[in-house]
């Protein structure tokens, strides 16, 4: 069993930037799974904003956060990272990562797909 935790977030100002982290636990390695992260801002459903393909790197970006993202993975440490820039309060959210074992080239976005969850990590963005 995969477990997921996810770690970094906090208060940010407007326009400021974050780091939040997903951890795998020691039954899991990168190079076998797709990450996601998503989002679920209060009252609106839960979107899926940028993944990462553990075994070469392949990555996606959703729309809405495309230009202020970038996703990356520590393999020694068995992390994904997700940095923010440019953040609105709009960004104020909840952001879970999730995994599902890599079987395609690629990475996925949807969150039916996913097989593992984190528990999520708040990001509230006010001034």
């Known amino acids: 069993q995969l477990r997921l935790m996810e770690s970094g977030g906090d208060l940010v100002h407007p326009g400021g930037s974050l780091n939040v982290s997903c951890a795998l636990s020691?039954?899991?390695?990168?190079?076998?799974?797709?990450i996601t992260w998503f989002r679920q801002a209060p009252g609106k459903a839960r979107e899926g904003i940028s993944c990462?393909?553990?075994?070469?790197?392949?990555?996606k970006y959703a729309d809405v956060m495309k230009d202020r993202l970038t996703i990356s993975v520590d393999y020694g440490k068995n992390i994904v990272y997700l940095q923010m820039s440019s953040l609105k309060p709009e960004d104020t959210a909840v952001y879970y990562c999730?995994?599902?074992?890599?079987?395609?080239?690629?990475?996925?976005?949807?969150?039916?797909?996913?097989?593992?969850w984190g528990k999520g990590t708040l990001v509230t963005v006010s001034s």
């Open positions: 990462i393909r553990g075994s070469d790197g392949i990555t």
């Open positions: 020691s039954r899991g390695t990168l190079d076998n799974f797709h």
């Open positions: 999730a995994a599902i074992l890599d079987r395609w080239v690629g990475c996925s976005l949807n969150g039916a797909s996913m097989e593992y």
